[in-house]
């Protein structure tokens, strides 16, 4: 289990910044999974310009502010522009943290005063760590506990990703953009990767994560779909709530057990032959 630390329970120190792009299904998923696990805390929506109407009318239903982004074009649209968005606009703002969650994500258990407390420990005892990845691992994951942080160290540590918890004053202390490096745009998340060791930018992996990407989501943008003979790829998928006893499993097990999203998830809606489709499929071909 991870270290104990001093509770922390002002949950409007955090901003939750949600990207979205033209997939009504999923985004309605995600904003009810974050108004039943997360309702006390502040959400902010940017879009990416989406064409379908459906977008603008499942937010304004769930009571968030949504705003549309500066947009952006190629395979990942404004994405890293309405990061910055979000990043300026919580700044502005006064909060600690931002955490970032993709239309296409779920949370699945409460983001409660105990997980902030967790986070906040993780942050408190390295002064590098900028990021914590809040997702659920998958096969492949190559991150190593550590006791005395509190959280899973990658071989790479000075690391990024899109998605995350995000420690506001030590981004802007880095002179952190996700958008330009060097008088350079920054063009996806390889180079805020390369951008992300430059300024020793530390991303940990959490001891215990609260959102998963939904398995199959809808491909957008210039992505093809590939026919298949069952459902997949045809409907959303998504995962059960986590149960007291699947939260106690997790929070209980052993730190050298990652938190594997097939070990500690299940799939909610989901046949026998689909099943067994997937149960065949490596991680990265899920996603």
């Not at 395979?75 to 919580?90: S, V």
Request: positive net charge; charged residues 25%.
């Amino acid at each position: 289990m991870c270290p104990k630390t001093k509770a922390v329970t002002h949950m409007d120190k955090i901003l939750l910044v949600v990207t979205s792009y033209n997939r009504p299904l999923a985004f309605e998923n995600c904003l009810k999974s974050l108004r039943k696990m997360a309702g006390h805390i502040d959400v902010l929506i940017i879009d990416d310009h989406s064409p379908k109407p459906e977008i603008a009318e499942i937010a304004a239903k769930s009571g968030y502010e949504f705003i549309l982004g500066p947009g952006g074009k190629g395979r990942h649209g404004g994405l890293y522009q309405n990061l910055q968005l979000g990043y300026e606009t919580a700044i502005a703002r006064g909060y600690d943290y931002m955490a970032t969650v993709q239309d296409d994500m779920q949370m699945v258990r409460p983001f409660d005063a105990a997980i902030l407390t967790e986070y906040a420990g993780v942050f408190a005892r390295d002064p590098d760590i900028a990021m914590i990845d809040n997702r659920f691992s998958r096969s492949g994951f190559k991150a190593t506990y550590s006791s005395e942080i509190g959280a899973y160290l990658y071989e790479n540590s000075y690391t990024y990703s899109d998605v995350g918890f995000f420690n506001l004053v030590r981004l802007q202390a880095k002179n952190w953009s996700f958008v330009q490096f060097e008088h350079q745009f920054v063009a996806g998340e390889k180079f805020l990767k390369q951008h992300a060791a430059e300024k020793k930018f530390k991303k940990v992996a959490a001891f215990t994560p609260v959102v998963m990407h939904v398995p199959l989501p809808q491909l957008i943008r210039n992505n093809i779909r590939i026919p298949r003979f069952s459902r997949l790829f045809r409907q959303l998928y998504t995962y059960d709530d986590m149960t007291p006893a699947d939260i106690a499993r997790m929070d209980n097990r052993d730190p050298s057990t990652p938190p594997n999203f097939r070990e500690f998830l299940r799939f909610s809606n989901i046949n026998a032959f689909d099943r067994w489709m997937l149960s065949g499929k490596q991680d990265s071909k899920i996603f």
